[in-house]
Nanobody, 126 residues
Framework: VQLQASGGGLVQTGDSLTLSCAAS????????MGWFRQAPGKEREFVGGISRSGRNTVYEDSVKDRFTIARDNDKKNVYLQMNSLRPEDTAVYYC????????????????????WGQGTQVTVSS
């Protein structure tokens, strides 16, 4: 199983950025997917998650109304659209696949995720 995250970069406050995560080696539509981030000196935190169908999403409070998660099961991709970026959004962003296939809802606990991408750096300058 491989998850390949991409799309990170250096942006300014208020800018937008879209991250992509390409999955291979798994039946993508069987897995709920999550996005996490980790800033220097901090623990990895949940950003948001998406159900297998894509109809159900959940977000961490600080990104709600600014970030949107979507997926394309045919392309085996999951996306994180980030708008109105802030310096505190600076982190390495990771995509992850649930450790349990056919889960109903996305989960917030990173321990519930089995497969992880390598991470992509997002830096927001003030």
């Amino acid at each position: 199983v491989q998850l390949q995250a991409s799309g990170g970069g250096l942006v300014q406050t208020g800018d937008s950025l879209t991250l992509s995560c390409a999955a291979s080696g798994l039946t993508f539509s069987y897995y709920t997917m999550g996005w996490f981030r980790q800033a220097p000196g901090k623990e990895r935190e949940f950003v948001g998650g998406i159900s297998r169908s894509g109809r159900n999403t959940v977000y961490e409070d600080s990104v709600k109304d600014r970030f949107t998660i979507a997926r394309d099961n045919d392309k085996k991709n999951v996306y994180l659209q980030m708008n109105s970026l802030r310096p505190e959004d600076t982190a390495v962003y990771y995509c992850a696949a649930d450790r349990t296939i056919m889960s109903v809802a996305p989960k917030r606990d990173p321990l519930e995720y089995e497969y992880w991408g390598q991470g992509t750096q997002v830096t927001v300058s003030s």
